[in-house]
């Protein structure tokens, strides 16, 4: 029988938020595949654990992608971790994961650090509804592409950023959604220099420019407003109007039932209503009357 990979998220700052389940899966693995065995070395260490260790990384997951599947094809069960957070979250692992899915092998995933839902939580924008955005293609026109698919976005978005790439980055988006549009830059998460600028997209752009940004970065911006369906509304609250208009309604009495009947505001449907009589479009004489409200 086949064994299980784990997926064990490691702390992004706070060597605290390592969980008690997190440390028994790095203790029981038969071997802990590590992103930068270095790095995860020191973690082993600060937890007082000793463990045969291969290195994982996303230039050899092809290589050594089929090495630990063998391994665990055989019944050895394997800690997966990267340098920071959750793996498989723009980190090594997505693929390994998809091979052991079609290999039938069993993948667990270990609930922890992962620096987009921290940062989204901490975000103050909308959380009901996101988009996980992970890091903008470097290439120009990939990026450009990108970021023209995401120009009408509704939903909060969210994207990770290297600290030297972040002002380029904020044009980029400032460029795309309009300056005034809300951002939070949410830095050096769990950690002692933990910050979050809420502020726009413009306004930060301008900052990063004067000022080296440093740390790490993950920028949550406010999706776009929903195009107002008002104008489409207030068009059905006229047509509604004027079919009551046709059946012998006087203009007062026939937007007020339209009004009434699609909950739009009675002024601003009389107000339209009244233009268009003026303009001649039905061919009615303008019935001049007061304001409604
Ligand atoms: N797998 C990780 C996770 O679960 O969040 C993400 C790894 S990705 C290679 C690294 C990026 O995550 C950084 O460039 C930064 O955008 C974000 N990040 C990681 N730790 C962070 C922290 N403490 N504060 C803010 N952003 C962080």
Known sequence: ?????????????????????????????????????????????????????????????????????????????????????????SDPGEELVAQCARQDIPVVAIPGPCALVTALAVSGQPTGRFTFEGFLPMNKKNRRARLEALRGEERT??????????????????????????VSLCRELTKLHEEVRRTTLGEAARWYQENLPRGEFVLVVRGAQPAAPEEAILEDGLELAGRLRTEGLSLRDSVRRAAQELGLSRNELYRLALERELQGERGAAPVLECGLE
Request: glycine letters at 6%; a negative charge; hydrophobic letters at 40%.
């Open 157 to 182: 978005m969210l994207f990770y950023e290297a600290p030297h790439k972040l002002p380029a980055t904020l044009s980029d988006l400032a460029e795309t959604f309009g300056a005034d549009r809300p």
């Open 1 to 89: 029988m086949a064994g299980t990979l784990y997926l064990v998220p490691t702390p992004i700052g706070n060597l605290g938020d390592i969980s008690p389940r997190s440390i028994q899966a790095l203790e029981e693995a038969d071997f802990v595949a590590a992103e930068d065995t270095r790095v995860t070395l020191k973690l082993l260490s600060h937890l007082g654990l000793k463990k045969s260790m291969v290195s994982y990384h996303r230039h050899n997951t092809e290589k050594m992608g089929q090495a630990v599947l063998d391994r665990l094809l055989s019944g050895e069960s394997c800690a997966l971790v990267t340098d920071a957070g959750t793996p498989a979250i």
